[in-house]
């Protein structure tokens, strides 16, 4: 049996790659797509390089009849989802790709987004959607919570290595350079060409966002508070993540750990020991490269993530989440090789 499924929020990029993946998904079918400022425009318009697929006109949200969808994929704004998703029919499956119901603490979300949850009942229920720690919970999920990207990126390394009480706490040091489009569609200044080619910036430099996350995931493997260092930048690419992590812990315990906690998951790599990961190898893919090189300083390790922020780091992160609550093997349509070069 094919899933139906609906993409709210179709126009932007992760909405595109969510069709991109699932118009060959042998088990899931496009069968709404909402955007409502393009409503009654064709999805070919606003993205030629879907001409080639068969698929809904866009349309706004409420002309869509749920009841004949299994799976809403909601690619909306952040503090848009949660009025959207809360009229929903209570027995509709959902993956949100917003930061909505990321954060299990009302408090942190007022505090980082700087206004009160509109559907603190529906947080409750969210599960968060990192996959690869979450897997069974998200099996029997309805509302599913989907990382950041650049903290996805954070975590593959972190999380196992904290777990095991094999790196200190107190000092992860993250820097992070991400491609545009994880900025998103609409037109802003910033963004245009000649304000991003042949540069290099960091930003959100007074707190980023994704912060909340690390702290949230992170304290709660510990079993203690953690609050990390995290900076991100800008990086001249359309698309991709790699995060370096300072940490203090012997690199060929790290390794070995890593090896072994990913050596079964399908779509997390541990690169050979010393090597660190290039966004190059993961472009247009749903997998992630993690590596461990040593520090010049005995007892000091850096950590690597590679990852594309539209596919790991969300659309497909999204469809993997998508694939377990739907009963689905978990790795179906997505296993294609990254685009290279």
Same mark, same amino acid.
């Given at each position: 049996m094919m899933a139906d499924v609906a993409i709210l929020g179709a126009s932007g990029y992760t909405g595109a790659e969510l069709v991109r993946l699932i118009a060959t998904h042998p088990g899931m079918r496009v069968a709404a797509l909402a955007a409502d400022r393009r409503a009654g425009a064709a999805m070919a318009k606003v993205f030629p390089h879907l001409a080639h697929l068969d698929l809904p006109t866009l349309c706004r949200i409420e002309d869509i009849d749920f009841s004949k969808i299994d799976m809403a994929f909601c690619a909306l704004p952040h503090a848009t989802t949660q009025e959207v998703v809360s009229v929903l029919p209570r027995d509709l499956k959902i993956v949100d790709l917003s930061a909505d119901f990321r954060l299990n603490?009302?408090?942190?979300?007022? #505090?980082?987004?700087?206004?009160?949850?509109?559907?603190?009942?529906? #947080? /409750?229920?969210?599960?968060?959607g990192l996959t690869e720690f979450y897997r069974e919970a998200l099996r029997s999920a309805r509302l599913i919570a989907g990382t950041g990207c650049n903290a996805a990126s954070g975590m593959f390394?972190?999380?196992?290595?904290?777990?095991?009480?094999?790196?200190?706490?107190?000092?992860?040091?993250?820097?992070?350079?991400?491609?545009?489009?994880?900025?998103?569609?609409?037109?802003?200044? /910033?963004?245009l060409h000649a304000e991003v080619s042949e540069g290099f910036s960091a930003y959100s430099v007074s707190g980023h966002r994704h912060m909340a996350e690390f702290s949230q995931e992170f304290s709660k493997v510990a079993g203690r508070p953690v609050e990390v260092s995290f900076m991100p930048h800008l990086a001249p690419m359309n698309r991709g993540i790699l995060t370096t992590i300072h940490v203090r812990g012997d690199a060929p315990a790290l390794h070995a750990a890593l090896a072994a906690r990913y050596a079964d998951e399908p779509f997390v790599h541990v690169t050979p020991f010393g090597t660190a990961p290039h966004t190059r190898h993961v472009r247009g893919s749903n997998f992630a490269h993690v590596g461990v090189v040593a520090d010049r300083r005995p007892g000091r390790s850096y950590l690597f993530c590679a990852l594309d922020n539209l596919v790991k780091g969300s659309s497909g992160q999204a469809v993997q989440n998508a694939n377990l609550a739907l009963g689905l093997p978990e790795t179906e349509g997505l296993m294609a090789a990254p685009l290279f070069p």
């Open positions: 603490d009302p408090a942190a979300y007022a #505090q980082w987004y700087g206004r009160p949850h509109g559907a603190l009942e529906l #947080q /409750a229920e969210a599960v968060y390394p972190v999380l196992p290595l904290l777990a095991e009480r094999l790196i200190d706490p107190d000092e992860i040091v993250m820097t992070l350079g991400a491609g545009v489009s994880g900025a998103g569609r609409a037109a802003k200044e /910033a963004m």
